[in-house]
């Protein structure tokens, strides 16, 4: 499964329980039975997800969800833990667990 299809399937989920709102738009989604339309929920981002978009999170505001999602580790350098030999490794994919933010939870980054 792809992260978007991760955070989507959590969205829907959190918009169920009353969590996140709605954005009032509808988008259809593929089931088994077929096609259908559901309330779009609001979006949801890292922390550094919504300052790469230009928004900070709000002081005091708590994750409203946390859950894994896939991330590349990068391939590097490092020393084995056993030995304190130097050793490369090639980069993969790993489940992470990361914490979200709501778009009622942030404010757009003035620039100055």
């Known amino acids: 499964m792809k992260n978007a299809d991760i955070i989507l399937k959590e969205r829907l989920r959190l918009m169920k329980e009353g969590v996140l709102g709605s954005t009032g738009n509808v988008i259809k989604i593929e089931t088994e039975d077929g096609e259908k339309e559901v309330?779009?929920?609001?979006?949801?981002?890292?922390?550094?997800?919504?300052?790469?978009?230009?928004?900070?999170?709000?002081?005091?505001?708590?994750?409203?969800?946390?859950?894994?999602?896939?991330?590349?580790?990068?391939?590097?350098?490092?020393?084995?833990?056993?030995?304190?030999?130097?050793?490369?490794?090639?980069?993969?994919m790993m489940m992470v667990k990361a914490f979200w933010f709501s778009s009622d939870q942030v404010e757009r980054i003035n620039a100055q």
């Not at 505001?61 to 130097?86: C, L, S, Y």
């Open 39 to 92: 309330p779009e929920p609001l979006q949801i981002h890292t922390y550094a997800g919504w300052l790469d978009l230009g928004y900070r999170v709000c002081h005091g505001q708590h994750a409203i969800a946390n859950f894994p999602v896939w991330k590349m580790r990068p391939a590097g350098k490092g020393k084995d833990k056993k030995t304190g030999a130097e050793i490369s490794y090639e980069g993969k």
